[in-house]
């Protein structure tokens, strides 16, 4: 699989889906670029529940097949996250 990569907008209003679902599963790498902690999960993500993902900080993160990856923030903060599919399973 070819290397994908992109940016999302995170806010507090609704869970952003940063990374879609991979079909068998992969690794990722996503990074809060922005000034504002935000938190990740899934569709259902709040800042209370989510894992927290501080500002200029970069996780990487192996994931199961179609398992996608939301992001939210808390309070009125918003921030930028990065990702990029380094690898994924073959399915």
Do not use: F, R
């Not at 993500?45 to 996608?68: C, F, Y």
């Amino acid at each position: 699989m070819a290397i994908t990569n992109g940016q999302v907008s995170v806010t507090a209003g609704s869970a952003a889906l940063i990374v879609p679902s991979l079909v068998a599963g992969g690794q990722i790498m996503v990074t809060n670029s922005g000034s504002k902690s935000c938190y990740l999960g899934d569709a259902s993500v709040t800042s209370s529940t989510g894992v927290l993902l501080v500002a200029n900080w970069a996780q990487p993160i192996v994931v199961g097949p179609n398992e996608p990856i939301y992001a939210i923030c808390a309070g009125s903060d918003s921030t930028t996250v990065s990702y990029m599919v380094t690898s994924a399973k073959s399915g």
